[in-house]
């Protein structure tokens, strides 16, 4: 592509999954989820904010499909969702995400 070809027009899902991801709370979530699964515990102490912000934040990461969440008696513990990378990567641009979809 360009630098004058126009960027294709974005999908609505696209664009909302991004936005999503463009937060910073949930980036920081986002992030540390990527090494390994935490309960909510862990990754309030690793983000540092309330925890009915936090309460809001996983739940659009979850709505959006981004994470999972899986009850362990009283704990929730949530990871990355498998294909939250390639969803993420494939939501960019050709020309940001380069051949990789």
């Known amino acids: 592509m360009s630098a004058r070809e ?15 991801a463009s937060d910073p709370v949930r980036w920081t979530v986002l992030f540390h989820l990527s090494s390994t699964p935490c309960c909510v515990c862990e990754i309030q102490e690793r983000v540092g904010i309330a925890p009915s912000l936090m309460s809001y934040h996983l739940k659009v990461l979850r709505e959006s499909g981004l994470v999972t969440a899986t009850r362990r008696g009283r704990w929730i ?13 494939s939501a960019l641009p050709t020309s940001v995400a380069g051949d990789r979809r």
Not at 77 to 89: F, G, I, M, S
Request: charged fraction near 20%; hydrophobic fraction near 45%.
């Open 77 to 89: 513990d949530y990871a990355l969702a498998p294909d939250a990378h390639e969803r993420l990567v």
């Open 6 to 20: 126009p960027l294709p027009p974005a999908t609505p899902e696209r664009a909302a999954l991004l936005q999503v």
